[in-house]
């Protein structure tokens, strides 16, 4: 029976010694990956929710969506379609027919435009300037026969046919944009890497060639906010936001235009009267009431400087609290404070 319960604490005490060389490798391997300082420990990892991005991927699917209804649309006629295909046939009649990409050229420059305009969160450079590039991709390949066309104007043998591509595939295209668009943002996804430490709270982002990392002592955080939008309350992420007295977290925004300076007809000149001085002045400041410009502060949600969008952020809220907690100075305070009492009590 003595064997027995031997065996068993031995055994007991091999999980325990593998246990903890798997959480010192653990603790390693974070310290490396997010920089820690010497006895600095990592107490929770996150990073954003699979559908942290969902507004980039529905994007995606748009514009392949796009590419699928043009390529249909070349194959349907205007009897036998409804719908987004007859929308299709349409522009394609109004921008030059089957032979020339306008019509699709149009739709997607209306994409580009309108994500640009509501400016959310695929409404950056990058995602734009590929817009930019799936939009003129069609233009481009047909270029030589434009170039052919517009030579055989002037010459007896006309330039062309330098580019080896007929027309434009929507369906191969589509798939192959759409799809490096889709691997891209995965990886874009996955560059974001948070940590909250014994000391610090840590924002990590790695993205091809950029790299970007914060360390936010807890002294110096002013405030923990969290922000819910409805597909996250529906699916489970919210978006957890540290200010600081510093100003991060926080960006400024110019509403409205200053430009009354720059109306003609508004600058004084030497010769003026006084007449047309006072008429100046009195324009000037009804263009700059109507064009006031001020700058407000807000708070933007920025995956690099805050917890994105990550799953059981409660846990994370409650341990960025309770170490701001710890590290405020009311509670420096207070403890020494106990400590003076201890020591009067002690004598």
Known sequence: MSEESDAADDAKSEVQTTDEAKKEAEQARLAKTFRLISGEEVLLTKRPSAFAFLGMYLLGILVLGVHFIFDNAHQLSSDDSSGFMKIALTIIDITGGEQWPFGFVFVMLFITWMNRLVNVSTSGRWVTIGLLIITLTPILIQLDDILFWVTDLFMDEPIGDFIPLDNYNYVIFGLGYVGIYMALTFYYQRSFHYAVTSDAVIFEHSFLLSRSHRRILFDRISEVMVERSPVGTLLGFATVT???????????????????????????????????????????????????QRTIRVVRPDPKHCMYNIRNWESAKALLNEKHKDHSQSNLLRDLKDTIVAAGEED
């Open 242 to 292: 540290i200010l600081t007295d510093s100003g991060v977290g926080i960006v400024e925004e110019n509403t409205g235009s200053a430009i009354a300076g720059a109306i003609p007809g508004t600058t004084e000149k030497e010769g003026d009267s006084t007449a047309e001085k006072a008429g100046k002045g009195i324009l000037r400041s009804v263009i700059g009431l109507l064009t006031y």
